[in-house]
């Protein structure tokens, strides 16, 4: 009779389990939290979502409840918030035996006729680039042999820590943009060097080598220079420019005060490329005097923008990439209650996470009027949870 008793025990308990577990999904279907049309059209929203306490909130009344904010977990670096656009989305939703088999790509681009993937296989110096044709689904391969730039000498090859870091298709020739770090031929710090692969698209042949960029050999240890891609906040779309933060730092003497340890900014430049011409440029000084303010440079659509979004009250500057003159009167955006909010850009709007008196919001600015063309904020939909001044919640793209 124990013994039945204890089948009946764990079935009763096992049933317990399953109507706990039923309560849960069911409860999932309806999170506790909805994003709300104050005003404007919803439809700038798509693709756009706020994720917060694992549930994803839509403009058009979507909830969905998640424990985690992957879309699918072989591709478990989609969602990485720190990131403008999580676009791969898109391409692994469309064409996912294709992106499965590349996901380590360095680097992809995309429009509507091809996507583009592309990477270096550094054991063999070669480039593996990928091509698929959207509409019929073919796919074509080829490499491309890696070489050290003129004034390198040959180390382990894994020290030249080589990557793809943008892919263009520019009137039918593919721009691979490679980052790499080389020994010097003669005495000195590791180079940093950045190359422009052109690739005819029909051929797989390469055209030309671009030298875009490459550091000064240092000699005194202290001494350091940074470099940093500034490519569309986009990156899979097509741009005919990039630029590169480039500053050179001094490090701390060995003093023992605070601010000696505090690296010194010896040399700040923004230089910019263009794919089509292979001209390169340096920001001029009334560009870098807006961007030295604490602000970040971010390019779209070939515009320069800057700002710091990580603060209370911020202001949008549009700068000329050449010039680095005003495009336009910069753009004030509503003050936030704290310093979480995220700002992206997209199309012609910019889109502004921040919190209205605590309150998770978002307001969409058409940039050439000015004008809010949406405003939404997170409401709470089930009492017995908190409340939603007390949840900070993450404004991501998913894709459309």
Same mark, same amino acid.
């Given at each position: 009779?124990?013994?039945?008793?204890?089948?009946?025990?764990?079935?009763?308990?096992?049933?317990?389990?399953?109507?706990?577990?039923?309560?849960?999904?069911?409860?999932?279907?309806?999170?506790?939290?909805?994003?709300?049309?104050?005003?404007?059209?919803?439809?700038?929203?798509?693709?756009?979502?706020?994720?917060?306490?694992?549930?994803?909130?839509?403009?058009?009344?979507?909830?969905? /409840?998640?424990?985690?904010?992957?879309?699918?977990?072989?591709?478990?670096?989609?969602?990485?918030?720190?990131?403008?656009?999580?676009?791969?989305?898109?391409?692994?939703?469309?064409? /996912? &035996?294709?992106?499965?088999?590349?996901?380590?790509?360095?680097?992809?681009?995309?429009?509507?006729?091809?996507?583009?993937?592309?990477?270096?296989?550094?054991?063999?110096?070669?480039?593996?680039?990928?091509?698929?044709?959207?509409?019929?689904?073919?796919?074509?391969?080829?490499?491309?042999?890696?070489?050290?730039?003129?004034?390198?000498?040959?180390?382990?090859?894994?020290?030249?820590?080589? &990557?793809?870091?943008?892919?263009?298709?520019?009137?039918?020739?593919?721009?691979?943009?490679?980052?790499?770090?080389?020994?010097?031929?003669?005495?000195?710090?590791?180079?940093?060097?950045?190359?422009?692969?052109?690739?005819?698209?029909?051929?797989?042949?390469?055209?030309?080598?671009?030298?875009?960029?490459?550091?000064?050999?240092?000699?005194?240890?202290?001494?350091?220079?940074?470099?940093?891609?500034?490519?569309?906040?986009?990156?899979?779309?097509?741009?005919?420019?990039?630029?590169?933060?480039?500053? /050179?730092?001094?490090?701390?003497?060995?003093?023992?005060?605070?601010?000696?340890?505090?690296?010194?900014?010896?040399?700040?430049?923004?230089?910019?490329?263009?794919?089509?011409?292979?001209?390169?440029?340096?920001?001029?000084?009334?560009?870098?005097?807006?961007?030295?303010?604490?602000?970040?440079?971010?390019?779209?659509?070939?515009?320069?923008?800057?700002?710091?979004?990580?603060?209370?009250?911020?202001?949008?500057?549009?700068?000329?990439?050449?010039?680095?003159?005003?495009?336009?009167?910069?753009?004030?955006?509503?003050?936030?209650?704290?310093?979480?909010?995220?700002?992206?850009?997209?199309?012609?709007?910019?889109?502004?996470?921040?919190?209205?008196?605590?309150?998770?919001?978002?307001?969409?600015?058409?940039?050439?009027?000015?004008?809010?063309?949406?405003?939404?904020?997170?409401?709470?939909?089930?009492?017995?949870?908190?409340?939603? /001044?007390?949840?900070?919640?993450?404004?991501?793209?998913?894709?459309?």
């Amino acid at each position: 009779m124990k013994r039945y008793g204890y089948s009946i025990g764990l079935a009763a308990l096992s049933a317990l389990v399953l109507i706990g577990y039923a309560a849960a999904v069911a409860a999932d279907r309806k999170p506790p939290y909805r994003l709300a049309t104050e005003s404007g059209d919803a439809a700038v929203m798509d693709g756009f979502v706020l994720e917060g306490l694992g549930a994803r909130l839509t403009a058009d009344g979507g909830r969905e /409840r998640t424990g985690s904010r992957f879309l699918s977990m072989p591709f478990h670096d989609l969602m990485d918030p720190d990131h403008y656009f999580s676009e791969r989305n898109e391409l692994i939703v469309a064409h /996912r &035996s294709f992106m499965k088999g590349h996901q380590n790509d360095d680097s992809y681009y995309r429009d509507d006729e091809t996507v583009i993937g592309a990477d270096v296989d550094e054991n063999r110096s070669m480039i593996d680039v990928r091509l698929l044709d959207r509409a019929s689904g073919g796919v074509r391969t080829f490499e491309l042999p890696l070489q050290l730039p003129a004034g390198t000498q040959r180390s382990f090859i894994s020290s030249y820590d080589r &990557s793809i870091v943008d892919v263009q298709l520019e009137n039918g020739r593919i721009h691979l943009l490679v980052r790499g770090n080389y020994p010097p031929a003669s005495a000195g710090q590791t180079l940093r060097i950045y190359e422009d692969h052109i690739v005819d698209s029909a051929s797989g042949e390469r055209v030309d080598t671009v030298e875009v960029f490459r550091s000064v050999p240092e000699t005194e240890l202290s001494l350091e220079t940074t470099v940093g891609l500034i490519d569309e906040v986009r990156p899979m779309d097509g741009s005919g420019i990039v630029m590169l933060n480039v500053k /050179r730092l001094k490090h701390d003497d060995g003093a023992e005060t605070e601010r000696a340890q505090q690296p010194i900014l010896k040399e700040w430049r923004l230089i910019g490329y263009d794919y089509a011409s292979g001209e390169t440029w340096d920001l001029p000084k009334a560009g870098l005097d807006v961007i030295k303010r604490g602000l970040e440079p971010r390019l779209h659509e070939g515009k320069l923008y800057a700002f710091n979004e990580h603060v209370e009250k911020t202001v949008i500057h549009f700068l000329d990439s050449r010039t680095g003159a005003a495009a336009a009167e910069p753009l004030a955006l509503e003050q936030s209650a704290t310093k979480q909010r995220s700002v992206r850009l997209q199309g012609g709007l910019i889109y502004d996470s921040f919190h209205s008196e605590i309150r998770p919001t978002v307001a969409v600015y058409d940039e050439a009027s000015r004008r809010v063309v949406y405003r939404g904020g997170v409401e709470q939909t089930d009492p017995r949870f908190e409340k939603v /001044r007390f949840q900070y919640f993450t404004f991501n793209y998913y894709g459309k």
